[in-house]
């Protein structure tokens, strides 16, 4: 029996002078309470209660146990009216780790509104690209993006992802549109360094995964830096659409192979267990689940720009009429 019931049964018999008034209290049995001080006597060695037919009292050390014992016993009570609050009430300090990228998407904004709605929750956010393990950082909700690979981990899945490979309309005039998956062999692309193995570009075709092995002129382990780069036109990035949306809004990125790109991506929700989860981490899943605001600002993501089009052809056929009227110098 837990050292704390035993302290409670005992308290009981001696704030009330009676086995079986404590009994009626605690909803056992007056043999079972008997049985619990006895324990309780037996781990001090020492007699706590003087026991009678007709009363029950206590003796010194009795007396010394009560006294330091509620000091004890009211930070026990109040700690489990808090832990109740904690899974009833959403409340607390939360703990959230997230890819860097999510400070340039909705997320803050929808992370705001959380917190005008549960104001008890404070949240701690930690902004980074690696995969961490959740119990030995003391994490509570981890944010991802891409395939779901971890079994250990329970996820839920917040929404589909549309990733986006595009590039500047100066890199696509320069090297040419790619038709197919396999034409990015050919060009320069901007990758991800977290990434394990080779860089490559995910595709899907005749609906299964197909991976493209590609040059890398850059990578890095953020995304910012390669849009940058991508702007710049030293290559092409894939990318979540919800990152280069507004770029490719204005026309400054063009996306490519639209009908190519993966669609078992997803936003999820990482966490370590299942049960037991406090009100706050609860509310805060549900919230992510119900506000499908963590996507791009706008529709899906749009074919190739005419204009981007055109551009390209225009390059390759002056190219072409250069090679014709000078072959020597164009070689």
């Known amino acids: 029996m837990d050292g704390l019931d035993l302290l409670k049964a005992f308290r009981e018999v001696a704030e009330r002078g009676s086995f079986s008034r404590a009994a009626t209290v605690l909803g056992t049995s007056k043999a079972t309470v008997s049985k619990y001080v006895a324990q309780l006597e037996e781990r001090f060695g020492v007699r706590l209660l003087n026991r009678s037919t007709r009363a029950v009292s206590l003796t010194d050390a009795g007396q010394l146990l009560l006294e330091r014992s509620k000091p004890l016993m009211e930070m026990v009570e109040l700690t489990q009216t808090e832990l109740q609050e904690h899974a009833g009430h ?9 890819p860097h990228g999510f400070a340039q998407s909705a997320f803050p904004t929808v992370l705001g509104e959380f917190m005008k709605t549960y104001p008890d929750v404070h949240v701690s956010l930690h902004l980074s690209n690696r995969v961490i393990d959740l119990v030995e950082e003391g994490v509570d909700i981890a944010l991802r ?43 320069d692309v901007l990758t991800y360094s977290l990434t394990e193995g080779p860089p490559q570009l995910p595709f899907e075709v005749d609906g ?52 190519y790109m993966p669609r078992d991506m997803w936003l999820y929700a990482a966490y370590a267990q299942r049960r037991h989860n406090s009100a706050a981490m609860r509310a805060l899943l549900d919230f992510l689940e119900a506000h ?31 090679r014709a009227r000078h072959p020597v110098a164009a070689t």
């Open 208 to 259: 299964k995964p197909y991976a493209v092995p590609v040059q890398s002129r850059m990578d890095a382990n953020d995304a910012a830096p390669l849009i940058a780069a991508a702007l710049a036109g030293l290559g092409a990035i894939c990318v979540p659409a919800m990152m280069a949306q507004a770029h490719v809004e204005r026309g400054a990125l063009v996306p490519v192979l639209k009908d």
């Open 292 to 322: 499908g605001k963590m996507r791009e600002p706008t529709g899906p993501v749009p074919p190739p720009s005419s204009t981007a089009v055109k551009t390209a052809k225009t390059a390759k056929a002056a190219k072409a009429a250069r």
């Open 145 to 187: 993006l891409g395939r779901i690979r971890d079994e250990n981990l329970i996820v839920r899945r917040l929404r589909q992802m549309e990733l986006v490979l595009c590039a500047s309309p100066a890199y696509w005039s320069r090297r040419g549109l790619p038709n197919k998956p396999d034409d990015m062999r050919r060009h």
């Open 90 to 98: 959403p409340r607390g300090r939360l703990r959230i780790t997230a």
